[in-house]
RNA sequence: GGCCCCGUCGUCUAGCCAGGUUAGGACACAGGCCUUUCAAGCCUGCAACACGGGUUCAAAUCCCGUCGGGGUCACCA
């Protein structure tokens, strides 16, 4: 039975890198009817974890990696939080000291640092010379007699080499004299990563390590905890990272600033920012941000498409397959083919297969999705009236693929507000309407629309070709004026569907409207 | 700096292991068509094997080296 890991910090979010690791962790758990483990490494946490737990927790269900074992749904290994197990590290502990693979060390921060900077002098890399490693019970209460204070250290082998079968890497070795005797153990007692991490996954019997590469150096000091413990090792597989826009260099959730001066990546915060405004959501670069899965829940992507793209961001199956389903992932992923280099991250992509994820949405769910946005922006009251609904259903309809993510039903405001209300573009409206004979053509084809029945779109549109012909005039010398008439600026849906929708009262009205501007 | 990893169009990638392709696809970009705007759609185009040696009839593919990029070297995870 295959058992893989996702082992995140509560940090307060999740980010978008850590999605691609618990995605792939997922895919290939589910590929083979295994289990999906959820595991939080809060060895190092003050009390508010459940409250920087909560938004990864939201992230992985929102995007539908649902876990088999961790917070919330228990499991025969519980519990799933490393500050809860500590007492499994401390007997770990207990046995690699018994073993003599581990010590207890004595020396001061000040003391290690000595050595470190000596060797750093003298050009050499630095081991640790082991001078206050307490090898008696002498030592020990000699140098406690001093005040010393200990820690466990790892007594790492000094010669020899670790051979290392990586899933995605292949052959990786390494020389043991060149690790460090890494800290288990504080003087206090509380354990470390390293140790809490190799011990849990034995504990939960993970099959499968699949993590981001950062962690291939630290593999030695945890297979020599494993073997030490003489738990069977697990197989590893180290995922490349997911990269900055147009860099090799590990995404980070700190550098917005940089990544804004990327045109594609300053598109997309622009387009959420557009969104947040109207819904008054706060855009603070700690939580709006599109390195942070909250981002895309917030605007209204689909969860299959940042899964899609995300998938295929150091993963493919051959020359040309892009578009997977959650079903089909599962069915063809692998870890062969896994990539070694690091991608990067490409708002434009993710924009392109959220775009065709959209167009595949039917209409009814669609409408489902942007009802939130409107109630929240004040256009549509809660609960939604029936009318009102399907009012919200021509509007999606009419606009198709214009919505790209659900929050882009704010840019349809025109279609919520009253006559009165309605905002006129200026410039729009300079160009369309002040112009030379623009509002007399206009004051005639409002007369026209009043005589229009019925008032949809088939009809208007004949109506418009009618008035055309009757003026001899180009359809574009009046269309325009009568769009920014009507929505107040000159982008949009169909006209014709603009109009049908707004109703003749509205057109109307705010024709007259405009009209009485000038 | 030591160690480890990586290097095909701007980006994601196929091809590499089992040498022979006009080096394929997608996104982006540019131009065109369509068109009442904006989207979308359609067509066309631009564009890559990091470099240098070797092996071979033949190298993106195998070997060696160089260069470049990244990760890691914590009483963080």
């Given at each position: 039975?295959?058992?893989?890991?996702?082992?995140?910090?509560?940090?307060?979010?999740?980010?978008?890198?850590?999605?691609?690791?618990?995605?792939?962790?997922?895919?290939?758990?589910?590929?083979?009817?295994?289990?999906?483990?959820?595991?939080?490494?809060?060895?190092?946490?003050?009390?508010?974890?459940?409250?920087?737990?909560?938004?990864?927790?939201?992230?992985?269900?929102?995007?539908?990696?649902?876990?088999?074992?961790?917070?919330?749904?228990?499991?025969?290994?519980?519990?799933?939080?490393?500050?809860?197990?500590?007492?499994?590290?401390?007997?770990?502990?207990?046995?690699?000291?018994?073993?003599?693979?581990?010590?207890?060390?004595?020396?001061?921060?000040?003391?290690?640092?000595?050595?470190?900077?000596?060797?750093?002098?003298?050009?050499?890399?630095?081991?640790?010379?082991?001078?206050?490693?307490?090898?008696?019970?002498?030592?020990?209460?000699?140098?406690?007699?001093?005040?010393?204070?200990?820690?466990?250290?790892?007594?790492?082998?000094?010669?020899?080499?670790?051979?290392?079968?990586?899933?995605?890497?292949?052959?990786?070795?390494?020389?043991?004299?060149?690790?460090?005797?890494?800290?288990?153990?504080?003087?206090?007692?509380?354990?470390?990563?390293?140790?809490?991490?190799?011990?849990?996954?034995?504990?939960?019997?993970?099959?499968?390590?699949?993590?981001?590469?950062?962690?291939?150096?630290?593999?030695?000091?945890?297979?020599?905890?494993?073997?030490?413990?003489?738990?069977?090792?697990?197989?590893?597989?180290?995922?490349?990272?997911?990269?900055?826009?147009?860099?090799?260099?590990?995404?980070?959730?700190?550098?917005?600033?940089?990544?804004?001066?990327?045109?594609?990546?300053?598109?997309?915060?622009?387009?959420?920012?557009?969104?947040?405004?109207?819904?008054?959501?706060?855009?603070?670069?700690?939580?709006?941000?599109?390195?942070?899965?909250?981002?895309?829940?917030?605007?209204?992507?689909?969860?299959?498409?940042?899964?899609?793209?995300?998938?295929?961001?150091?993963?493919?199956?051959?020359?040309?397959?892009?578009?997977?389903?959650?079903?089909?992932?599962?069915?063809?992923?692998?870890?062969?083919?896994?990539?070694?280099?690091?991608?990067?991250?490409?708002?434009?992509?993710?924009?392109?297969?959220?775009?065709?994820?959209?167009?595949?949405?039917?209409?009814?769910?669609?409408?489902?999705?942007?009802?939130?946005?409107?109630?929240?922006?004040?256009?549509?009251?809660?609960?939604?009236?029936?009318?009102?609904?399907?009012?919200?259903?021509?509007?999606?309809?009419?606009?198709?693929?214009?919505?790209?993510?659900?929050?882009?039903?704010?840019?349809?405001?025109?279609?919520?507000?009253?006559?009165?209300?309605?905002?006129?573009?200026?410039?729009?409206?300079?160009?369309?309407?002040?112009?030379?004979?623009?509002?007399?053509?206009?004051?005639?084809f409002?007369?026209?629309?009043?005589?229009?029945?019925?008032?949809?779109?088939?009809?208007?549109?004949?109506?418009m070709q009618a008035f055309v012909a009757a003026e001899g005039i180009k359809a574009a010398e009046i269309v325009?004026?009568?769009?920014?008439?009507?929505?107040?600026?000159?982008?949009?849906?169909?006209?014709?569907?603009?109009?049908?929708?707004?109703?003749?009262?509205?057109?109307?009205?705010?024709?007259?409207?405009?009209?009485?501007?000038?």
């Amino acid at each position: 039975m295959i058992r893989t890991r996702f082992a995140p910090s509560p940090t307060g979010y999740l980010h978008i890198g850590g999605v691609r690791t618990a995605l792939f962790c997922w895919l290939f758990s589910r590929k083979h009817g295994g289990k999906f483990i959820l595991r939080i490494d809060d060895t190092d946490q003050e009390r508010n974890v459940e409250e920087a737990l909560e938004p990864i927790l939201r992230g992985l269900k929102w995007l539908g990696l649902e876990w088999d074992e961790g917070p919330g749904v228990g499991g025969p290994f519980a519990p799933y939080y490393q500050s809860q197990r500590l007492l499994k590290y401390q007997a770990a502990v207990e046995t690699l000291l018994r073993r003599d693979l581990a010590y207890r060390d004595y020396a001061t921060a000040d003391e290690l640092q000595a050595e470190r900077q000596a060797a750093e002098r003298e050009k050499r890399s630095f081991t640790y010379s082991r001078r206050w490693m307490a090898q008696t019970p002498e030592d020990q209460a000699r140098f406690e007699a001093e005040g010393r204070k200990a820690v466990v250290r790892l007594k790492m082998p000094r010669e020899g080499t670790l051979v290392l079968n990586d899933l995605v890497r292949g052959r990786v070795e390494f020389e043991w004299a060149r690790e460090q005797d890494h800290v288990i153990q504080r003087a206090d007692g509380s354990c470390l990563y390293h140790l809490a991490s190799v011990v849990d996954d034995y504990e939960f019997g993970i099959t499968h390590v699949i993590r981001a590469e950062e962690h291939l150096s630290n593999t030695p000091r945890q297979v020599f905890i494993a073997q030490g413990l003489g738990y069977p090792l697990p197989q590893y597989a180290h995922l490349p990272f997911v990269a900055e826009p147009g860099s090799r260099t590990k995404l980070s959730k700190r550098k917005l600033d940089k990544y804004l001066k990327n045109r594609d990546f300053a598109e997309l915060v622009e387009r959420g920012r557009k969104i947040a405004e109207a819904i008054q959501l706060p855009t603070q670069p700690e939580t709006f941000n599109p390195v942070i899965t909250d981002f895309y829940q917030q605007i209204g992507f689909l969860p299959e498409a940042l899964i899609n793209y995300l998938a295929l961001l150091g993963w493919s199956l051959d020359d040309r397959s892009e578009d997977f389903s959650r079903e089909e992932l599962i069915a063809n992923f692998s870890l062969e083919r896994v990539n070694k280099a690091p991608a990067s991250f490409d708002p434009k992509k993710l924009m392109a297969f959220q775009e065709r994820h959209m167009l595949r949405l039917p209409l009814e769910h669609k409408v489902e999705m942007v009802l939130p946005y409107l109630v929240r922006a004040g256009y549509v009251a809660s609960p939604v009236e029936d009318a009102i609904r399907a009012r919200v259903a021509c509007i999606v309809q009419a606009a198709g693929d214009r919505i790209k993510v659900a929050g882009d039903i704010v840019n349809f405001a025109e279609f919520f507000v009253t006559d009165e209300d309605l905002v006129y573009d200026e410039k729009d409206f300079e160009k369309a309407v002040r112009k030379q004979g623009a509002a007399q053509r206009l004051a005639r084809f409002r007369d026209r629309l009043a005589t229009a029945e019925p008032f949809d779109a088939p009809a208007l549109e004949a109506l418009m070709q009618a008035f055309v012909a009757a003026e001899g005039i180009k359809a574009a010398e009046i269309v325009h004026a009568v769009r920014v008439a009507v929505t107040g600026k000159s982008v949009g849906m169909g006209l014709f569907d603009t109009l049908a929708i707004l109703g003749k009262e509205s057109c109307l009205a705010r024709i007259e409207r405009a009209l009485k501007r000038l």
